[in-house]
């Protein structure tokens, strides 16, 4: 984790899960599947180079930080290691850069294509469709994370703009950062966010990251 300010550790990479088996075995999670139904047997970890987890909600982000001990970010501290001890717009600096983090936008949206793939009818393409596992495994969709590896600042977290939305503690429901089809419609780079959707809400966009209070050396 990354200490920021002194104040709150924050995770480096976007979260992925692992699963704890009946036989006691540990082993990953799909970061293509929802975890519904199946909350109390995985957790959160940060790892670089691996798919993080979209897919879930942020009750169910929620209860995965905390059983591994965390919490999720609440906003000023999401907010503040996105902007880095510069206090910059995006992780990088003040001006967008073209392909620095995963926010090029795909040419075709990857709900339609995946629809167009399935034969999802039209009318149900935004009901049906947001949560199949297909969207996030297309080229040029979610990356690994910090594979972008210029869309950090100094306090070392990645892909805290595009990739995934990235949920935070906000029981009404808000996500953060943007994600690979978009970092702008709802605020640039570190200000993006979104309260569309409630807590309980997940489709193929939203992630999160972890964070917790530092220790206390006395």
Same mark, same amino acid.
């Given at each position: 984790?990354?200490?920021?300010?002194?104040?709150?550790?924050?995770?480096?990479?976007? #979260?992925?899960?692992? /699963? $704890?088996?009946?036989? !006691?075995?540990? *082993?990953?999670?799909? &970061? =293509?599947?929802?975890?519904?139904?199946?909350?109390?047997?995985?957790?959160?970890?940060?790892?670089?180079?691996?798919?993080?987890?979209?897919?879930?909600?942020?009750?169910?982000?929620?209860?995965?930080?905390?059983?591994?001990?965390?919490?999720?970010?609440? #906003?000023?501290?999401? /907010? $503040?290691?996105?902007? !880095?001890?510069? *206090?910059?717009?995006? &992780? =990088?600096?003040?001006?967008?850069?073209?392909?620095?983090?995963?926010?090029?936008?795909?040419?075709?949206?990857?709900?339609?294509?995946?629809?167009?793939?399935?034969?999802?009818?039209?009318?149900?393409?935004?009901?049906?469709?947001?949560?199949?596992?297909?969207?996030?495994?297309?080229?040029?969709?979610?990356?690994?994370?910090?594979?972008?590896?210029?869309?950090?600042?100094?306090?070392?977290?990645?892909?805290?703009?595009?990739?995934?939305?990235?949920?935070?503690?906000?029981?009404?429901?808000?996500?953060?950062?943007?994600?690979?089809?978009?970092?702008?419609?709802?605020?640039?780079?570190?200000?993006?966010?979104?309260?569309?959707?409630?807590?309980?809400?997940?489709?193929?966009?939203?992630?999160?990251?972890?964070?917790?209070?530092?220790?206390?050396?006395?």
């Amino acid at each position: 984790m990354a200490l920021v300010d002194g104040r709150v550790c924050v995770d480096r990479w976007e #979260a992925s899960l692992v /699963e $704890r088996l009946p036989s !006691g075995e540990v *082993r990953a999670w799909s &970061p =293509y599947h929802p975890v519904d139904g199946h909350e109390a047997d995985v957790r959160a970890v940060s790892r670089p180079g691996v798919t993080p987890q979209g897919y879930i909600s942020g009750e169910q982000a929620q209860r995965a930080c905390h059983a591994s001990g965390k919490r999720l970010c609440a #906003a000023d501290e999401w /907010e $503040r290691a996105c902007r !880095g001890p510069q *206090r910059t717009r995006f &992780p =990088y600096g003040d001006e967008r850069k073209s392909r620095v983090c995963n926010d090029d936008i795909r040419g075709a949206h990857p709900v339609i294509e995946v629809a167009l793939r399935l034969g999802i009818p039209e009318e149900r393409r935004w009901s049906d469709g947001m949560n199949q596992p297909l969207i996030n495994q297309l080229p040029d969709s979610l990356f690994q994370t910090g594979a972008r590896a210029e869309c950090t600042n100094e306090y070392g977290v990645f892909d805290m703009v595009g990739n995934l939305h990235e949920w935070i503690e906000d029981q009404n429901g808000t996500f953060r950062g943007g994600f690979y089809m978009d970092t702008s419609l709802n605020g640039e780079g570190c200000s993006y966010q979104t309260t569309a959707h409630d807590f309980r809400y997940h489709d193929y966009s939203t992630g999160f990251r972890c964070c917790m209070d530092p220790d206390r050396v006395e």
